[in-house]
């Protein structure tokens, strides 16, 4: 089958690969992973790149059915709800994550009337689950460790992994986060891994592992069994998980994790304005030293 066509939209800032994919015979398509721009120091938003994709979508006169998301993202802002106004798709997240948000709302005082039932997304996806694209069917692939709620898109001949890997020379994937486990994320890629071995993988991210001088965000299913530096065929479920806790201990936390993930269980909407018009984002002390 042909007429799949996949167009990366890189965010240099997050580093983050937003994917754009459409059966273009029948101006079908679906958005995976976008991304909202954000200064942190100001607290100012930019929707230059998501601006690119409806440009990028209207000019081929695609009809948006999904805005898909892996996970609800520590490291960028999503910009579903912006996207969804433009372009009238419905807005996608794995179910699990009901647990994501019942870790956070305590965590960010969130106000009683947010409910940690999912109902801020259209539709939550669970493993299992088809979705359609034209002729092509997306697939869904329950990959949790880094999350409990991540995701795995799956077309045709192509994996959509989110943060569960990166390149093979960056290796995987963080475990630290709350909910987050290095045994559960370890399970995870080995589902990846049963996929044919000429299935190609989409990272999410990439962030030029040394020695590397351009970003590249594709691989293969055979690339990473034989070339992941951290996880590969010869690697047992012990020493990933070995690896994985103590790596993670050394990490810093990511800049946006704050802003992004309190918006992103609200599936990309900013809280209710206050009196004088503003948003405001909850700051907690401490809460992730």
Same mark, same amino acid.
């Given at each position: 089958?042909?007429?799949?066509?996949?167009?990366?939209?890189?965010?240099?800032?997050?580093?983050?690969?937003?994917?754009? &994919?459409?059966?273009?015979?029948?101006?079908?398509?679906?958005?995976?992973?976008?991304?909202?721009?954000?200064?942190?120091?100001?607290?100012?938003?930019?929707?230059?790149?998501?601006?690119?994709?409806?440009?990028? &979508?209207?000019?081929?006169?695609?009809?948006?059915?999904?805005?898909?998301?892996?996970?609800?993202?520590?490291?960028?802002?999503?910009?579903?709800?912006?996207?969804?106004?433009?372009?009238?798709?419905?807005?996608?997240?794995?179910?699990?994550?009901?647990?994501?948000?019942?870790?956070?709302?305590?965590?960010?005082?969130?106000?009683?009337?947010?409910?940690?039932?999912?109902?801020?997304?259209?539709?939550?996806?669970?493993?299992?689950?088809?979705?359609?694209?034209?002729?092509?069917?997306?697939?869904?692939?329950?990959? /949790?460790?880094?999350?409990? +709620?991540?995701?795995?898109?799956?077309?045709?001949?192509? +994996?959509?992994?989110?943060?569960?890997?990166?390149?093979?020379?960056?290796?995987?994937?963080?475990?630290?986060?709350?909910?987050?486990?290095?045994?559960?994320?370890?399970?995870?890629?080995?589902?990846?891994?049963?996929?044919?071995?000429?299935?190609?993988?989409?990272?999410?991210?990439?962030?030029?592992?040394?020695?590397?001088?351009?970003?590249?965000?594709?691989?293969?299913?055979?690339?990473?069994?034989?070339?992941?530096?951290?996880?590969?065929?010869?690697?047992?479920?012990?020493?990933?998980?070995?690896?994985?806790?103590?790596?993670?201990?050394?990490? +810093?936390?990511?800049?946006?994790?704050? /802003?992004?993930?309190?918006?992103?269980?609200?599936?990309?909407?900013? /809280?209710?304005? +206050?009196?004088?018009?503003?948003?405001?984002?909850?700051?907690?002390?401490?809460?992730?030293?």
């Amino acid at each position: 089958m042909t007429d799949l066509a996949i167009k990366c939209f890189f965010d240099e800032v997050t580093n983050t690969a937003t994917y754009v &994919i459409a059966d273009s015979a029948a101006n079908e398509c679906v958005i995976i992973d976008s991304v909202l721009g954000f200064e942190m120091a100001s607290g100012a938003t930019s929707t230059k790149l998501a601006d690119d994709i409806i440009t990028y &979508i209207n000019a081929r006169q695609w009809q948006c059915l999904w805005i898909l998301e892996t996970h609800a993202h520590a490291d960028h802002l999503t910009a579903a709800p912006y996207l969804q106004n433009a372009l009238g798709s419905k807005i996608a997240i794995g179910k699990h994550i009901i647990d994501v948000q019942k870790i956070f709302k305590p965590i960010f005082d969130f106000e009683d009337e947010f409910v940690t039932d999912g109902r801020q997304f259209d539709q939550l996806l669970s493993e299992g689950d088809v979705l359609k694209l034209g002729r092509f069917n997306i697939e869904i692939l329950h990959t /949790p460790g880094h999350t409990p +709620a991540c995701l795995s898109f799956i077309i045709d001949n192509n +994996a959509f992994v989110g943060d569960t890997l990166f390149m093979p020379d960056y290796g995987t994937a963080r475990c630290d986060f709350p909910g987050g486990d290095a045994e559960t994320l370890y399970n995870s890629i080995q589902k990846i891994f049963a996929l044919p071995e000429n299935t190609i993988i989409y990272m999410g991210h990439d962030y030029k592992a040394d020695g590397r001088d351009e970003y590249v965000w594709q691989s293969s299913v055979a690339e990473q069994k034989s070339q992941n530096i951290h996880i590969n065929s010869e690697v047992s479920v012990q020493e990933y998980v070995a690896f994985r806790n103590k790596r993670d201990k050394t990490l +810093a936390m990511p800049k946006l994790i704050l /802003p992004s993930v309190q918006v992103n269980i609200r599936a990309g909407h900013f /809280p209710k304005a +206050a009196d004088n018009g503003l948003h405001y984002l909850t700051l907690p002390i401490d809460a992730f030293k």
